[in-house]
Structures are given as structure tokens and as C-alpha cells.
């Protein structure tokens, strides 16, 4: 088990590109989060996942934002017409099913648009 | 509103010991979550609790009180790798959902 994995770990981009986003989570886990940092903030709730099923999107994420986790595995982060609004650190997390599971974090995609 | 608040910054000494307090209002409550995280790096899991009381795990301990809508973290014995933010995180729902505070970025001295 190699913990919760993301690529890229860092994204360069031009304002109004699309960028896309991987997160491998620890493969037992049926629950996959996804939250965004800012410097000098904690990380900010964005969407989850039971398995394939999305069960809440955040009102932070705009309709430029999608996520999906297709076979309940691995889940994409899609980010359509990027603004510089939109540079943060891209967290993923997994957990197991029970609320009161810890979700491990893995290192994250650093986005910057330019 | 929600709200997380815990201070932005402490400094103490190498060996001392340091208390970073965390207050919450939060519309639901499954437990809170004490997180560490170096600069530039993933989050990493400290401790858990959803019960009032103390939870010990070696140098670090954390408190909550679920009616002040308080818990601490307590770091002992503090070494240099100690330098760290420290997220104080709220489980807000039965799926599990955190909402973190803005942490408190801990300074160890020599």
C-alpha cells in the first residue's frame, strides 16, 4: 500500500486552458474527497465520492469544476477555462466507509495559472 | 456560519511544550481531527476525538469538549522538526466532510 497518490504534483497554466487532475486512492477506501488550499489557509471541502457515486459538490465548485471516479477507483479533477482565481493546491483524500474514518491525504497537484 | 478559529502563529523553544486551541461552531459535529502539515506537503493524520476528554499518543495529546465547542493540542517535549502548521479539522456530517481551520503555523527554536 503506497498511500493516496496524485499527478501531476505540479501544473503550469495559461488562464483559460483546461487542466485535469488524477488521484489514486489507498485501494481499499471507499471514499475519496477532494479539497483545495490556499497559502496560509487550511484546505477548503470541494466534492466526495462513496465509491462512483458524487454525493455533494461544494459552492465553491463552479461549473468550470468536474470531478469523476468512474469504476470507484481512481478519481479526475477537471478544471475547464482556468482563471488565476483558480491557483491553489489540489488535495485528494481517502477514507474508509464509517463517518468518523481518518482521511489520509495525499501530496497534492499544485496548480498556477498564469 | 461555520466557524474554525485557532491562533495563526506560536513560538516556543525546543523541549518546551505548546497548547494550540481550536473553537467551533459548526451546524453538525462527528468528531474533530487534529492534522500536521509541513510546508509544501500533504496533511498528515495527528489524532481524533469525538467523545469529551483527553487522547494520548506519545508526545502529542488533544483535548475536546464537546459543549465549550473546544479542543486543544498539546505537543511535548518539541524538537525542531515540530515546525509545522497544525489543522484543527471538524467532521461536519455522517460522510465524513471536514472543514478545516486556517491552522496555526508552530515556530520551534533552538
Redesign the interface.
Known amino acids: 500500500d503506497t498511500g493516496?497518490s496524485q499527478d501531476p504534483r505540479h501544473k503550469i497554466t495559461k488562464r483559460g486552458q483546461n487542466v485535469t487532475f488524477r488521484c489514486d486512492p489507498i485501494s481499499e477506501h471507499n471514499?475519496l474527497?477532494w479539497?483545495r488550499q490556499t497559502l496560509?489557509?487550511?484546505?477548503?471541502?470541494l466534492t466526495?465520492f462513496?465509491n462512483e457515486a458524487q454525493?455533494?459538490k461544494s459552492r465553491l465548485l463552479s461549473d468550470r469544476f468536474s470531478a469523476e471516479r468512474p469504476k470507484g477507483s481512481f478519481s479526475t479533477l477537471e478544471i475547464q477555462r482556468t482563471e488565476q482565481g483558480d491557483s491553489a493546491m489540489y488535495?485528494c483524500a481517502s477514507?474508509w466507509t464509517?463517518?468518523?474514518?481518518?482521511?489520509?491525504?495525499?501530496?497534492?497537484t499544485r496548480l498556477l495559472v498564469l | 456560519g461555520q466557524n474554525?478559529d485557532q491562533p495563526t502563529e506560536m513560538t516556543a523553544t525546543e523541549g518546551a511544550i505548546v497548547q494550540i486551541n481550536c473553537t467551533y461552531q459548526t451546524s453538525g459535529f462527528?468528531?474533530l481531527?487534529w492534522?500536521q502539515q509541513h510546508a509544501g506537503?500533504?496533511?498528515?493524520?495527528l489524532s481524533?476525538n469525538?467523545l469529551d476528554g483527553l487522547e494520548e499518543k506519545g508526545r502529542f495529546s488533544s483535548f475536546l469538549s464537546r459543549s465549550k465547542g473546544y479542543s486543544y493540542l498539546l505537543l511535548k517535549e518539541l524538537q525542531m522538526k515540530d515546525s509545522a502548521s497544525y489543522?484543527c479539522?471538524v467532521?461536519t456530517?455522517?460522510?465524513?466532510?471536514?472543514?478545516?481551520?486556517?491552522?496555526t503555523q508552530v515556530v520551534v527554536t533552538p
Open positions: 493516496v471514499r474527497y479539497y496560509g489557509q487550511g484546505p477548503e471541502f466526495y462513496q454525493l455533494e488535495l477514507s464509517a463517518s468518523q474514518e481518518t482521511q489520509y491525504f495525499g501530496p497534492g | 474554525i462527528n468528531g481531527f492534522y506537503e500533504a496533511p498528515t493524520f481524533y469525538v489543522l479539522a467532521s456530517d455522517s460522510w465524513g466532510k471536514l472543514q478545516f481551520g486556517s491552522g
